[in-house]
């Protein structure tokens, strides 16, 4: 999923590819004239391809983007863009009189030089002293259209500098500002509040994850910050066996709807993280993603590489310049990995236990579809039609684990560089929770301080595509296109686990009741706990 535009990066949360797929998708040859400014990138790197012809028709719609986008300091890009084109456009046609007129020159050199040799070896001293200054006449032409030839080179430079820092345009759906649209619960009655809601401070505790997996000996932090640090932590016993069965679930459910599987990589090319949205320092200049160190002598030589915070990054890559046939989208990939994030621990009550962690395990999802505007009815799916699948899926696995949810659409503020529209689904973690002393409060106001976001999903158009080269032909339309990609969590594994250890608890047995969708992975377990 894309990234937010704050600390933290969200966890984000595709009909199964024809047979062959990967063998008949085409690679394109690549370019390796244009180098990121601020990131080396291999000689086979695509050349990314931003939609600057629409920012120059849409430079108010693109300043507004990004102000209601919190990117208040790329406001000024579309302008000067704009601005930058039209001193491009204008060098362009202030060459061609120069040119023009040194092809004239070299003309006229070339006659009145063979008349002068013609003229015996003194040759014609006039003839020879017009050469002369016809010659610098040229020179000086040259050299004129020699500055304008590098000052246009460098104002293309620059465009497609400011172009590519620009966020995707919202969705209509996406709502402006900083609250998110409550779309519906899951697994809640929005009547009735949970009957954890009036239990003590110390009962609500004692509901932690923390507590219950350590109690249980499901969780071990005390050995993870002697072997690592903070942000780490051990899963051991039935917690290790929770987690391959959250795992190996959510890959059921999405292999059973057409999503073929996929074991990525956890390192990738720096640039290319950079291309799916993700930057190594947020707008706060916090940092997101690890990067690899390299020695000495290969940091100017060589191109960086990065542990991937989600496997949407790596997946992403998998058609990196290439073209897709259209008779091959929609593309829909589903891939298990380790994920990295930097920033873990920079909010509050998200740094205890699961929450927010440095390293951890996530399914994710990932698709290419189609962007070609559709006349009449059509059966072609579209990103649209994904998204909705994605949040199927995510519903799907949430309401079969028991866990009470509320899905929201995010507002403008909260959507990462590449997303257009962005859902998140919210489960409540009981210990939490902080009783409100206004008794009028509504059930949404009361139960706030208990939501943490466990999935996400999100339309990222053409952005990553555009970024990463990657190209669909054939199809309704005759010229080649950026298809439209997006990418939603099946299952993030710590947050999920949490989720299951508070809200499964059984405070009178002692137990913690497992969702019955995982008990095929739990060698037939019922409960964790005191039998």
Known sequence: MAPSPTPYVCFNCRLAPRPGLLRSSLRRGFSASHRNQQTLRPATAPKPTPDVKHIRQNVDRYAQNCLERNYAGHAGYPSQIQALSEEARQLDHDLKTPRSRVKQLEKTIAKLSIAARQGGEDGDKTTLEEVSKLKAEAQRLKDESQAMTVRKATCADEIHRLALSLPSLSSSETPIGTDPHLVKYINLDPQVLPTWTRQSPTE??????????????????????????????????????????????????????????????SIVYSYIAEACGFQPRDQHNEQQIWSIEQSERDRDSKPPRSLTATAEIPLAAMYAGRDIDAAQLPMKMVGASRCYRAEAGSRGVDTKGL????????????????????TGPSTTVTSDNLFSE?????????????????????????????????????????SRFRPRSDASASLEQTLES????????????DYQSRRLATRVRGGAAKESRFPHTVNGTAMAVPRVLAAILENGWDPERGVVVIPEVLRPWMDGLECIGRQ
Request: glycine share 6%; net charge negative; with cysteine.
């Open 355 to 374: 929450y927010r962690v440095h390293e951890f395990t996530k399914v994710e999802m990932f698709g290419w579809a189609d962007n070609v505007e559709q």
């Open 390 to 430: 994605l949040l199927d899926i995510q519903t799907e696995i949430l309401t079969s684990l028991h866990l009470p949810c509320r899905v929201l659409e995010m507002p403008t503020t909260d959507l990462g560089a590449s997303a257009s529209r962005k859902r998140d689904i919210e489960a409540l973690f009981p």
């Open 204 to 265: 609500l505790q004692a509901r932690s994850h923390v507590t219950i997996g350590t109690e249980l000996g499901l969780i071990d932090f005390t050995s993870s910050a002697t072997s690592t640090g903070w942000g780490w932590y051990f899963l051991v016993n039935e917690g290790a066996m929770l987690e391959q069965a959250l795992v190996q679930y959510a890959l059921a459910v999405a292999r059973r709807r057409g999503w073929k599987t996929v074991a990525p990589p």
């Open 450 to 461: 208990a939501w943490g976001e466990v999935t996400s999903a999100s339309i990222c158009t």
